[in-house]
Structures are given as C-alpha cells and as structure tokens.
C-alpha cells in the first residue's frame, strides 16, 4: 500500500527515484510524484505529480531534464481522496515536502486545527496534514529532526514518511511506525525505501528500521533514534536477494514468471529435505520442540490468500498431527472477545510479513495471554516475523504480482512440514508415515512441473470462460479451501464474479443460480469424498450448468456435452491441494489475458496491506 523511496548523494538522484519507484509499483500505482532540491543550498523545491504509472511521472521528469542531489518520491493506493493530480504525494507545506505510506486516523481533528491556524489544504489526503503539522512545528523547533519528532508524537496510525525542506539540501528525515522502511547504505550516499527492491540498484546494505525510529540521512552519514530522541544503533545486513530476482526476463507478467517458478520455489524452501532421513520441529526454532509437546490447540490466523492457506492446514494438523485447529480471518479476529487458551500455538502466515490486520491480529493474540507464536512468511526482515518466536522463511522469493501464487503453494509446503513436524513431535505419526510424507514433499516441485504442462487445455478453457460474469467453483474436504483460492484468484485478475462452496451446500442456496450461462469448477480428485462429489456435480448437470471438473488419476469421469474433464497427472494424496490450486491460477491468468486487464496490477489492489 504506497510506495515510498528517499535519496541523498553525490550525483543526480532523480533516476534512482524513479527505478526504486518502478520497483514498488506493486504496492500502489493510481499515481505517482517526486519531490527534490536543487539551486544552491537547496534553495527550490520542484514536485512533479502524474496520475496513474511511474512512467508517466519518469516522461515528465525527463522532458524537465531533472536533476538534483536529494529527493524524495511517492507510488500511491489511494486511501483518503481519489486518484488525481492533487491528492498524489509529496504533499507540501511552504516549501516542506512529505511522502507517506499509511494511515494517519486522527487526520480530521488535526486537519481542523490546522486550518484554524490558517494552513490551507490543497488535497483530500491524510498526509498533508504531516506537511502541515512539520512545518507548525518548526515554529517552536528550528531543527527538522525536532520538528519531525514533534509530528510524530502527535500521529495516530501507521506511517513510513521521508521529509525534505527547502534550505536543507544536506539531509532527508525519515520515521516508521507501523508501516515499511529499509535505509540502504552505499559509498555514493545513503537512500530509504519501503522495501529492499527499490535499493538493490544502489546498494546491498540494508538497516531495517524498527517501529518508533526515526533518521537522519545525509550523503556520508545516516544518524539513527528513536522517536523520543534517544540514539539506537541497528545493524547493517547484506541484502542476498539477487536483482534478477524481481526481473521480469522474457516472461509477460509476473505473475505468469511465478506461476512457472512454483517448481523453484517449493524446491528451495524443501531444500532442508534434501538430505533429511527425518523430519525436526528445529526447523521453526530451537524452541520449537517444546512447543508443539506442551500446546493444546492451534490458531492460524491471516487474510485473503495466507488465509486459505491455513484452511487447508486446519484439514493437515487435525487429521495428522491430531491437534485442534481453528482458522481465522486476522481482520475479524483482532475485534473479537475470544477465548483465549494459553495453550495455544499461534501461527501467523503471511506472504509480506507486513499485512496491518495480521500483525494486529498477533499482537492481540498475545495480548491475551497466548505468546507462544509462530509466524510462516516469505520475508524474513519483516514486523510479523520479528513479533513472533517461532518462524519459518518461505523461499518463494520476491511476489511482485498482485496475486498471490508461489508464496500461496511454499506456504502450503511450509504448513505441510510444521504439521509432520508437530505429528511428529505429538507421537501421531509412525516412522513409516513419515517417510511417505516426505518422499511426497521432495517430489512436489516435480510433481507441479508436470501440472504446469496442462497448460494448453487451460488456456482453452479461459477462452470460453473470459466471456462470463460468474463463476461457481465446488470442492469438498481440504479442497474447499482450494475452491475459495480459484475464486479469490478470477475475481482479483479477471474481474468476473466467483463464488466458492463446499460442494455439499449447493443445494442449500447457491444451486437456484446454476443455469446454462453459470460455469462451475469443480475440484474432484480421487479421495475420499469423490463419490460424494460426483452426486453434487450430477446437481448442477441436471439444471443445465456447464461444468469444468479437474479431476486425477481414478476419479473416472468423462467428458460430455456440457462437462469438460482436465485430468490431473497423479492422485497426490494429502498434498493434493498444493496440486490443484495450480490449474486455478493459470485459469484466472488466461482468462485474465483473454479480457485484456492488468495482470500483474489489477484495479483498486495492491500488494502488502499495511494499511486496515
Ligand atoms: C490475493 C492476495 C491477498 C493476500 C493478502 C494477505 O491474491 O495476494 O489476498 O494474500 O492480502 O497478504 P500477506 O500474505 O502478505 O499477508
């Protein structure tokens, strides 16, 4: 949500500006703006704002010829106000420039007061206020570090925000609380972004700010503290995150590169399995162990795509590990009086690490006494990870596209060997079981290299598909939460209208919608409730309803007028579903490429919600 980049050097900062904003345009993309220094001393400001990509703002930035030493720079989502021209960021107050990633929420009563003072409001943002309150500030504090230490103090919500001044060409202020911010520190100056993306072009060393820090950067140096002014130091970590790793090479979009790089990326975060003989709670921390013996019951709590996930491990843990588990959307949970059992493992899982409901959710979750807490996430700097004493790092690398896909199946990997390893550790797993299990977990990547292979038939599907406005996708068991992900994934891309049931609640409601212009998806591999399955697909047949069935080796059904059959290479047993989500995605993708919208970025989302 927003992007934020800042930079101070010795030679013309404006294009690292624009590529660190190329490279956040996942996290907002209504607009763009950049604000720098230039004349002597920093004597004038410049802002330049554009309405949708950071390419509009990089042709204007160019046609300017623009060049300075110090800027700051901006990628919105819009929260507060439509996307336009004035209510892009930086936001300015005489001369005084901000960009901001957040929510201030006591925004009115401060915008009130300083319109009393007589500060005039050019936009409908929350973030003009800060412009407003620094440069207030400045009255009683001349210093900008005071002043921006003032603000703070005086801001309720979640922020990341970079200040520069007129008259200051010799330094950029920056702060957190609640929201992103990486300093990058490099020979030719110093930079801070939102995430470590936008700085690999400059520099590999990364400082991860904590909530509550605010610093000073100027082009030798950069002067850390926290918000009440007393000094921190924080460490200096090189980045391994390769630059082609958020490359787009020769695919289309991202989101196709990370379809194909599922294989990869399940081998990378398995890659612990390589040479294991045996599963080890180790692998979620030295605590690990102690933890999965003396908890009782198990909370998963996330949202959207992390969350389906943890539906699917709800199935895992209590028909393996033989252990209680409850599933919750983060966003609900953190406003709900539940009761809470000390005894609980609380595990987090998140792709960004960064989601605003899902640390909330945590901190709540501890706050009611349940602190022994894992968190599952792909980004190891992250506020989830840091809040948490057990973690498990995914290793589907950098997910640029808006929909989530690798970090979806390395999650569901990652849940797999926390359930084997809690099973394990819980006494409810034979040694022979486990060696099944893994050898299925070690063939994964294989095993979706060969899905991936389906792709002409789905390709085919998306193209009749394209041209609807609803879709009905049916699962059952550990499926369902399969079904609920194929929706999620063709509405967010394709725009059409999906609706996820367990298949046995069709006739409950949702078969009065099933006519011939309703397609339904049917996820039926051979288990235990395909023949279940097959009575509630005869449902639809009957009401004239085309269906779409991903069936697998011994479901047994065959095509017909009005049923189209993709057969599954293999039956995958307990890791089926990492299987049959995979045909799902390339569903949304085609169908997505046939309506012509935009893939990767698709409207009124972004990626890494850090905002409620
Ligand atoms: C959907 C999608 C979102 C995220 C959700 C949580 O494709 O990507 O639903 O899964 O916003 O994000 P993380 O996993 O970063 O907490």
């Known amino acids: 949500m927003c992007g934020i980049v800042a930079a101070i050097a010795g030679q013309n900062i404006v294009p690292v500006l624009l590529e660190g904003l190329r490279k956040l345009e996942y996290r907002g993309y209504d607009s763009a703006g950049l604000a720098v220094l230039n004349g002597a001393q920093g004597t004038q400001l410049r802002r330049l704002r554009a309405v949708g990509r950071v390419a509009e703002l990089a042709a204007q930035a160019d046609e300017q010829k623009l060049d300075a030493a110090i800027g700051i720079a901006h990628t919105r989502w819009a929260t507060h106000g439509v996307p336009s021209e004035r209510n892009a960021h930086p936001h300015i107050s005489d001369g005084l420039a901000v960009v901001h990633n957040g929510i201030i929420e006591n925004f009115e009563p401060l915008r009130a007061r300083l319109t009393g003072l007589g500060y005039t409001f050019t936009s409908e943002t929350d973030t003009e206020v800060i412009a407003h309150l620094v440069r207030h500030h400045l009255k009683n504090h001349p210093d900008l570090v005071d002043a921006v230490r003032a603000t703070c103090g005086e ?105 194909f790089e599922q294989p990869a990326a399940l081998s990378n975060t398995l890659e612990m399995l390589a040479q294991a003989r045996s599963i080890t709670p180790n692998l979620f921390g030295v605590e690990a162990d102690n933890v999965f013996r003396s908890v009782r019951r198990v909370l998963v709590l996330a949202c959207g795509t992390s969350f389906h996930a943890g539906l699917v491990a709800r199935y895992w843990l209590e028909d393996i590990a033989g252990i209680e588990c409850t599933v919750e959307i983060a966003s609900e949970y953190r406003y709900r009086k539940p009761v809470a059992d000390p005894d609980t493992l609380v595990v987090t899982i998140s792709q960004s690490g960064e989601t605003a409901d899902t640390l909330a959710a945590l901190k709540y979750a501890k706050s009611l006494g ?117 929706a999620l994934k063709l509405k967010e891309i394709s725009y059409i209208h999906a609706e996820a049931y367990p298949a046995g609640e069709l006739k409950h409601g949702p078969l009065a919608l099933v006519d011939r212009d309703m397609p339904v998806i049917a996820i039926a591999p051979n288990d235990a409730l395909i023949e279940k399955l097959k009575s509630n697909i005869q449902e639809v047949r009957a009401r004239g309803g085309e269906l779409y069935v991903i069936a697998d080796a011994g479901t047994e059904m065959a095509e017909g007028e009005g049923v189209h059959i993709l057969n599954m290479p293999e039956n995958y047993g307990l890791l089926s579903p990492v299987l049959h989500v995979v045909p799902l995605q390339l569903l949304a993708y085609h169908a997505a490429l046939v309506k012509g919208t935009d893939v990767d970025k698709p409207r009124n989302l972004a990626k890494s919600v850090t905002v409620e």
């Not at 099973?423 to 063939?443: I, N, P």
């Open 370 to 486: 349940m602190t022994r807490t894992l968190a599952i996430c792909n980004v190891p700097e992250s506020a989830i990870v840091r809040e948490s004493s057990l973690r498990f790092i995914t290793r589907a690398g950098p997910e640029i596209g808006v929909a989530s896909t690798k970090a979806y199946t390395t999650q569901l990997a990652a849940l797999a060997l926390l359930t084997l390893a809690m099973a394990k550790t819980r006494g409810t797993l034979s040694v022979a079981q486990e060696e099944k299990y893994l050898g299925a977990l070690r063939h994964l990547p294989g095993a979706v290299t060969r899905v991936l292979e389906l792709e002409p038939q789905i390709q085919a599907w998306a193209e009749r598909f394209a041209m609807k406005h609803h879709a009905l996708f049916l699962g059952r068991g550990q499926h369902y939460p399969i079904a609920l992900e194929g």
């Open 155 to 259: 801001l309720i919500g979640a922020y990341a925000i970079a200040i520069v001044t007129e008259g200051e060409d010799s330094r950029v202020v920056v702060a957190r609380h609640g929201s992103p911010l990486v300093l990058g520190q490099s020979d030719s100056g110093n930079y801070a972004a939102s995430d470590t993306s936008a700085l690999l072009q400059v520099t590999r060393n990364m400082i991860y700010l904590e909530d509550g820090d605010m610093a000073e950067l100027t082009r030798d140096a950069m002067r850390i503290m926290r918000l009440d002014g007393t000094p921190v130091a924080r460490p200096v970590q090189v980045s391994q995150l390769s630059a082609d790793a958020v490359e787009l090479g020769s695919y289309r979009h991202y989101m196709q590169k990370e379809i």
